[in-house]
């Protein structure tokens, strides 16, 4: 892979320097925030093929052996998400976007508070765990009440966003330095990215904070005589959505700035890049009511607006799709590649970083086009709380998310500790088979949805087996089961580099593994006073935010206010 050097400091361009006793730290940090990630994630795997293999028809919960571990079907399933989509996701973005801004504008964190933050999330994580693991907090992960968990729980996940909520802050504060010290420059993309995802989380999070801290803490400590469930809902819903571009958005970051590079291309536009970015700041948040077209008390006008809301934010998918998609056939071209799609066989596919990347965006189209379908009005009272949902969220954040992170690991593992990857082959074998498991996966799901089956339902136990017998699932039943153990064997080999790797001596200078930086077709340039006009208008990112929180507040007030007016005391229950 052709690599080149991180970009230079202009002199001046920060407070204080990136010193190498610091980038030391930082990098250890780094480490730490990802290995713990893929520690959560290792475990939430481990469970997964339980749940395909329910959807299989196959009912492994009431093994004695298992039941002694796991006492029901919804606490592996509250253990699976919680630790995929909440513990992985947030540790491996909180060690990913404080480490790549510090690289990029060369200033120096507080190291010490950034290590606070890290036992701070890591305490939280610990604090969760404990009633998770005692059957105390089968609520699954999205925060309904009245189902109703131990308040440890919620106490645990609190810890956990707040300290993703410091590292944000840190982040900002970096880049606000280096603004001052560098008036008139235009803040270095890969930076402007990532402030511009932190941006957004604070926004997105408002919503989770509220619920958790003011409504359900409380009501779990039996400080309150109930909760309202449709309030507590709808400020859900204002995180619950945008999080996924949480997730998505630190894998775009390495879409733009460094898979073009790793294809030996150049990106499209660093202009066409920030403006998605600055799209999804502004329009990525107020979208939550399309999760709740079935819900009621909520006027249709307002879940019409959500709609097209959430319709706009296809729009900067579809500019990634196009600019990324054009470096790496800028790339392929460049290699030899000709034809209208021949092209794409000159991409270096033995490269198990770029693979997983090329195939995580292979299945975001699809997880989009479903997307559309689960915001529309009409067509998601057809899918809604069917098996199609976990069959999308899969190829949205299981496989895009997840594998982007996968692939980012083989370079990123090297350049934090100067490790050699181990077993390449098998690394890209585990990129191909994680790939066509999420596959098999999701049309399984997707078919089994259209024929009405449940989601969040162990169904492999149903009481009348021959409902689902009589809708002629067989075929998408066969496909979801042996995704199962499809996507063990993917596991078992990515986790077999990774701890591999983790275990194997030092033998290389960490440097010797460059950040992968692209350079660009179209650069942005380095001065505000000779950028183009879409620079220049997406630069003030902290008015862009103020924009977004305005939006947010204008869609949510007339919503929120009629719940708040006419509260609902709803006392906590637990059936499990």
Do not use: C
Request: glycine fraction near 8%; aromatic fraction near 14%.
């Amino acid at each position: 892979m052709t690599t080149i050097p991180a970009p230079q400091p202009a002199v001046g361009s920060a407070p204080s320097a990136l010193d190498a006793a610091t980038l030391a730290s930082l990098k250890k940090l780094t480490q730490y925030y990802i290995v713990t990630a893929f520690l959560a994630l290792f475990i939430g795997v481990m469970l997964g093929p339980l749940q395909a293999l329910n959807y299989g028809g196959i009912n492994l919960y009431d093994y004695p052996l298992l039941k002694n571990l796991i006492k029901s079907y919804y606490q592996g399933l509250t253990l699976h998400g919680v630790l995929n989509a909440l513990v992985f996701t947030q540790f491996f973005i909180s060690g990913w976007m404080l480490y790549l801004p510090a690289r990029d504008l060369r200033v120096r964190p507080n190291m010490r508070f950034a290590w606070f933050t890290y036992l701070m999330m890591t305490a939280g994580l610990l604090t969760a765990a404990v009633p998770l693991l005692t059957n105390n907090a089968t609520v699954l992960y999205t925060f309904y009440p009245p189902l109703e968990g131990s308040p440890v729980f919620y106490i645990g996940a609190a810890v956990m966003v707040a300290a993703s909520l410091l590292v944000a802050a840190q982040v900002v504060l970096l880049w606000v330095g280096w603004k001052r010290a560098n008036p008139g420059r235009v803040t270095p993309l890969v930076a402007y990215m990532s402030v511009a995802t932190w941006l957004m989380w604070g926004v997105a999070s408002l919503g989770l904070v509220v619920e958790v801290v003011v409504m359900l803490i409380p009501w779990s400590l039996g400080l309150t005589r109930g909760v309202d469930p449709l309030l507590a809902r709808t400020l859900f819903w204002w995180t619950g959505h945008p999080i996924v571009y949480f997730w998505l958005l630190p894998a775009y970051i390495s879409w733009y700035a460094f898979l073009p590079r790793q294809a030996g291309g150049r990106i499209a536009s660093e202009g066409l890049a920030r403006l998605a970015f600055t799209l999804f700041l502004i329009f990525s948040v107020p979208v939550g009511l399309h999760h709740q077209y079935a819900d009621p008390n909520v006027q249709s006008s307002w879940k019409v607006i959500h709609m097209f809301l959430t319709f706009l934010v296809a729009v900067p998918s579809l500019l990634t799709a196009f600019s990324v998609g054009a470096a790496l056939e800028d790339s392929a071209r460049a290699r030899g590649g000709r034809g209208l799609f021949g092209w794409v066989t000159r991409l270096p596919w033995g490269n198990a970083s770029m693979t997983a990347q090329v195939l995580a965006m292979i299945s975001f189209i699809f997880g989009g086009a479903g997307g559309i379908v689960n915001a529309s009005m009409a067509f998601s009272p057809v899918v809604h709380n069917t098996a199609w949902i976990p069959g999308h969220f899969h190829i949205t954040v299981g496989t895009a998310t997840t594998l982007t992170f996968m692939g980012l690991v083989f370079w990123l593992l090297p350049h934090l500790t100067g490790k050699r990857l181990a077993w390449p082959r098998a690394a890209l074998a585990s990129v191909w088979l994680w790939f066509g498991g999420m596959m098999l996966f999701a049309v399984g799901m997707h078919w089994q949805g259209l024929a009405g089956v449940p989601r969040r339902a162990q169904v492999s136990a149903a009481a009348q087996q021959a409902v689902y017998d009589g809708m002629n699932i067989a075929l998408p039943k066969l496909m979801t089961a042996v995704s199962g153990m499809v996507l063990f064997v993917a596991a078992i080999f990515f986790f077999g580099v990774l701890f591999r790797t983790l275990l194997s001596p030092r033998v290389d200078d960490p440097e010797s593994t460059p950040i992968p930086y692209s350079d660009a077709i179209s650069a942005a340039g380095e001065q505000l006073a000779s950028a183009s006009t879409l620079v220049r208008r997406t630069e003030p990112l902290l008015a862009l935010t103020v924009a977004s929180l305005l939006l947010v507040i204008l869609v949510y007030a007339p919503v929120i206010g009629p719940m708040l007016a006419s509260y609902q005391f709803v006392p906590g229950q637990r059936l499990w």
